[in-house]
């Protein structure tokens, strides 16, 4: 009976444990679970916050270069909207290409076209000023007539392109003309190219390294080969211009061509070509090649050029000049190493063929280096660079500053 009484007193302590203690063991038990579930989860909250935070250390290491672009919040503006499919290949879109449009443009609409190498603008905050210096000038003085459209072409890599897309929003804000952009792929735009520019780039480029070295720098040289058929006229046009009159006047340059002319360009106003002809005019005292105007041939300056494609595609003259074996007779003949890609290829033939060339007025193409002036030519320079009459673009090459307005 003593051993009953024993297990009934300790049954009824268990039954009182049980009554107050139940949820303090239910409660401890369910802490340790807790504990080891999300101590299970404790490294990928950790890795988490790491990658925030490599996130915001590798965007604050990139401020540099952040800083190179706009703002990438700019919206887009009123009226701009992404290209149908079926509108994309307007104008010569090549591989790659993508455009915006301001304004509904009709397929009867007459194209503009104009042209610019874009690449390599995100690394360079000097080439983004200037373009922003040519853009909102051309767009300032810019006016076209209902029924027409200003088609701008911009040849870039991928980095590029995405700046320019954002640029081109803040530009364009204020365009009171209905206009297109194309963006062409350079790599697919070089693949074109090479095989037809190959044998005159070790003619007219500064090394395998130099800059004008790479194909797409003689783009202006054979455009009229890979660009599609219905694209009959454009201007090519660097970045560091500054436009003091109407985009559209330039254009009516075209219909002031000679007969045989494929391409207008105004002449080089620094004694560069003096230089790269020494050896020729040394063996030819009485020669104009190289000389000042305006008797003279200084040879030309490739910053503002119009290129009549359809008439180069026609010319039997110009395309047989392209050949390997012509360059490089005409480069012996004369003597000539240059490195300023498709500028030398032109001033080249235009020494022999002047009738290929309609010469813009120097008021086309103000060109504003001063180089060659402290480099040996002092004594001849103002003879090259004199410019009488109107400007309409400011050429702001070897990085001169152009005038304020």
Not at 271 to 295: A, C, I, M, S
Request: net charge neutral; with cysteine.
């Amino acid at each position: 009976m003593g051993i009953l009484r024993l297990v009934a007193r300790i049954m009824g302590r268990i039954s009182t444990f049980r009554s107050y203690q139940f949820v303090l063991l239910l409660a401890a038990a369910l802490a340790v679970v807790a504990f080891y579930y999300f101590g299970s989860e404790r490294q990928n909250f950790s890795s988490t916050t790491k990658r925030i935070k490599q996130t915001q250390a590798t965007h604050n290491g990139n401020r540099n270069d952040a800083d190179l672009t706009v703002d990438t919040r700019l919206s887009h503006p009123a009226g701009v909207e992404e290209r149908s499919e079926e509108d994309r290949d307007v104008g010569g879109g090549s591989e790659g290409s993508r455009s915006r449009k301001r304004g509904r443009a009709d397929a009867g609409d007459q194209r503009y076209h104009a042209l610019m190498m874009f690449t390599k603008v995100d690394k360079s905050r000097s080439l983004q000023d200037k373009f922003r210096v040519a853009m909102l000038s051309m767009v300032k003085y810019g006016h076209f007539f209902e029924g027409e459209v200003l088609v701008l072409h911009f040849v870039c890599d991928q980095t590029s392109r995405e700046l320019g897309e954002r640029m081109l929003e803040e530009f364009l804000l204020d365009a009171t003309f209905k206009y297109e952009v194309l963006f062409h792929d350079v790599v697919a735009l070089t693949q074109k190219l090479f095989p037809i520019v190959e044998a005159m780039q070790k003619h007219f480029s500064a090394g395998s390294g130099a800059y004008y070295s790479d194909a797409i720098f003689f783009l202006s040289v054979a455009m009229h080969h890979i660009m599609p058929e219905s694209l009959t006229r454009i201007v090519q046009l660097d970045l560091d211009l500054k436009y003091k009159t109407n985009i559209r006047d330039l254009f009516q340059e075209f219909e002031q061509f000679p007969p045989g002319a494929v391409i207008g360009i105004a002449r080089e106003m620094q004694p560069v070509y003096r230089h790269t002809f020494w050896q020729y005019r040394k063996e030819n005292p009485q020669t104009r090649v190289g000389g000042p105007p305006p008797e003279g041939l200084p040879g030309f300056n490739s910053g503002v050029m119009l290129l009549d494609l359809g008439a180069m595609r026609d010319s039997a003259l110009y395309n047989q000049l392209l050949e390997p074996g012509n360059v490089a007779k005409l480069a012996d003949q004369y003597r000539f190493r240059g490195h300023l890609g498709d500028q030398d290829f032109f001033t080249m033939i235009g020494m022999e063929h002047p009738e290929l060339f309609h010469s813009l007025t120097c008021g086309w193409n103000r060109q504003l280096c001063t180089w060659w002036r402290d480099h040996g030519y002092g004594d001849v320079f103002q003879m090259y660079y004199r410019c009488e009459g109107l400007v309409y673009i400011y050429h702001g090459n070897c990085n001169s500053p152009i005038p304020d307005d």
